[in-house]
């Protein structure tokens, strides 16, 4: 089959028009951020030996000038959270109080059945228990971690071995699982980590993401799977940096290794053990991966981000998933400004 190059030429042209953009981007970006600042240095040191060699006193700076320079270097970050954040929120706000084709007005019509469908209270029943166990879960394997781990012989080996899992993506992380928990039947030979581990035992296999709540809760194995590394690498730093003076002084008072825990390592690692149940809540919030790709929302798994997706876009109920979308945004916010709270007080004390 002879290659037909004008049939396929808008395809070419699209894929220069793509070029051209990336390389407009990037050298604007470029532009922006190394060339014109080296060239205001360049002009500024070169005022400076002039001034010096003249024997005259250094140019002040001129703070309305300065004032223009850093809004120049801020105006790419304001304009792309403008477009990114503030316009999208915006809209999706505007759409969850209209109909399914956003033509017309329905007011709260749209939030009233997000608390009185028995399917959507299932979906924020689930992402309660989501944000009730992972953030916890994760945080006190991060902590055993983290503990055990501590001045261990192989420390950087096992840090990496348990970090490994956040190097994989959600999409990744639920396809290895779901050959964990694979499943077949008419005594067929069990591919599936956990059933072979079941028939070993003397067990029957079973279809482990078909029956709830169960399977709520092996998906949320994965997401503690991932981010029990993360919080095993923040604990573990907050461990270190307790002063060794402490510590010492502790043990010479006859401290055993569980009150040196309760009464040392605890209090010492308290802001960034709030940083990670924080973190952790608000990525748990926001999961959609892992639940599309092992279950797809199936067998009453769906939770928040998943049923806000079907409701846009399988379904085109645009003002029922723009709700859900708006009442998620309500509940990260929360999170976030108390993250953003908690970080200012550290920095300032």
């Not at 030996?49 to 300065?66: D, F, L, N, S, Y």
């Not at 956003?102 to 209270?121: A, K, P, Q």
């Not at 748990?284 to 981000?305: H, P, Q, S, W």
């Amino acid at each position: 089959m002879e290659f037909d190059f004008a049939a396929e030429q808008p395809k070419f042209l699209m894929l220069m028009y793509g070029l051209i953009a990336f390389v407009a981007v990037v050298g604007g970006l470029l532009l922006l951020l190394d060339v014109v600042p080296a060239w205001f240095a360049r002009r500024r040191e070169a005022q400076l030996v002039a001034a010096v060699t003249a024997g005259g006193p250094p140019p002040r700076r001129r703070k309305q000038r300065e004032g223009l320079f850093a809004f120049f270097f801020l105006l790419p970050t304001l304009l792309f959270l403008t477009i990114g954040l503030v316009v999208p929120a915006i809209r999706t706000t505007l759409l969850s109080f209209m109909d399914a084709r956003s033509t017309d007005w329905v007011g709260l019509d749209n939030y009233g059945w997000m608390f009185s469908e028995d399917s959507i209270f299932r979906v924020l029943l689930n992402t309660l228990v989501w944000v009730l166990l992972v953030p916890l879960v994760a945080s006190a394997f991060g902590l055993v971690y983290a503990v055990l781990v501590d001045k261990a012989r192989f420390e950087s080996a096992a840090k990496s071995l348990i970090f490994l899992p956040m190097a994989i993506s959600f999409v990744g992380a639920a396809i290895i699982w779901r050959f964990i928990y694979a499943f077949r039947g008419d005594g067929q030979e069990q591919i599936g980590l956990l059933n072979q581990i079941v028939v070993s035992l003397g067990g029957e296999p079973k279809q482990w993401l078909l029956d709830s709540p169960l399977n709520t809760l092996l998906l949320i194995v994965i997401m503690v799977w991932i981010q029990a590394g993360f919080a095993m690498v923040v604990l573990s730093a907050a461990i270190k940096a307790i002063p060794a003076d402490i510590i010492e002084a502790a043990r010479l008072d006859g401290t055993t290794a569980w009150q040196m825990f309760w009464r040392i390592t605890m209090p010492s690692i308290r802001p960034a053990l709030i940083v990670v149940v924080v973190t952790i809540s608000i990525a748990t919030l926001k999961v959609f991966d892992i639940v599309r790709t092992a279950t797809n929302g199936n067998y009453d798994t769906n939770v928040i981000a998943t049923e806000m997706y079907n409701q846009a876009f399988r379904y085109g109920e645009n003002g029922q998933g723009s709700a859900l979308a708006v009442f998620l945004f309500v509940l990260v916010l929360p999170l976030v400004i108390y993250q953003i709270r908690n970080l200012r007080k550290q920095r300032e004390g």
